[in-house]
């Protein structure tokens, strides 16, 4: 990618999900790049037509890329649940319902587990997985993937973070995300990991 962004440069963060922007804002702001949600600026919310997170996330910053006609910084993420066949996947906030109540999702999750006899940690191996896309108003669009792998527990822990966040303990920690700080889930998570390989292109740094 010949392009980069320095710092004073304007992005849009091409998601409603407000727990998303945050999280997306806070890894950006080391690097000094004026950010703008996609809501903030009355950018249409695409229709996710993909049949993968790396389809998904590049309809909405291409999308948002082409609407604001500045660089747009997509995600598309999940929770792919070993047990379900990797559901929900891409649809993982579609479990939530137009109203995104992740509490219905998360319980959704754990009533298939204990349909399918998933009770013990084992059986309840799952991970998050992250595409970001990041587009820019010319057509230009380079994708970076982050997984983070772990356990789902039962019932839902901690008030920190968003969607599945409280079921989800990752590897090595006892902790659910939705009970770490957020910048302990931030050097972590999915999101850091596809965001250490944006960095090291966009802003030539080893991440």
């Not at 993420?77 to 998360?106: K, N, Q, T, Y």
Request: glycine share 12%.
């Amino acid at each position: 990618m010949a392009e980069r962004l320095r710092p004073g440069d304007r992005l849009v963060v091409a998601s409603h999900n407000p727990g998303k922007v945050a999280e997306i804002e806070a890894l950006l702001a080391p690097y000094g790049i004026e950010t703008s949600g996609a809501a903030e600026l009355g950018l249409a919310e695409p229709e996710e037509t993909g049949a993968s997170f790396a389809e998904n996330a590049t309809l909405k910053a291409v999308a948002a890329a082409r609407a604001a006609k500045l660089p747009a910084l997509a995600d598309d993420s999940g929770l792919e649940v070993e047990a379900l066949g990797g559901e929900p996947g891409i649809h993982s906030a579609r479990w939530a319902g137009e109203a995104r109540d992740f509490e219905r999702a998360m319980a959704r999750v754990a009533r298939e587990l204990e349909a399918k006899g998933a009770f013990s940690p084992a059986s309840r191996r799952a991970n998050f997985t992250c595409v970001l896309a990041l587009a820019w108003p010319q057509g230009e669009v380079a994708l970076f993937e982050g997984k983070v792998f772990g356990r789902l527990v039962w019932p839902p822990r901690g008030g920190h973070g968003f969607g599945y966040d409280p079921i989800f303990v990752a590897d090595g920690h006892q902790e659910t995300f939705g009970e770490m700080e957020p910048a302990q889930k931030h050097a972590i998570s999915h999101r850091a990991k596809a965001f250490k390989k944006l960095v090291a292109v966009l802003f030539g740094e080893a991440g």
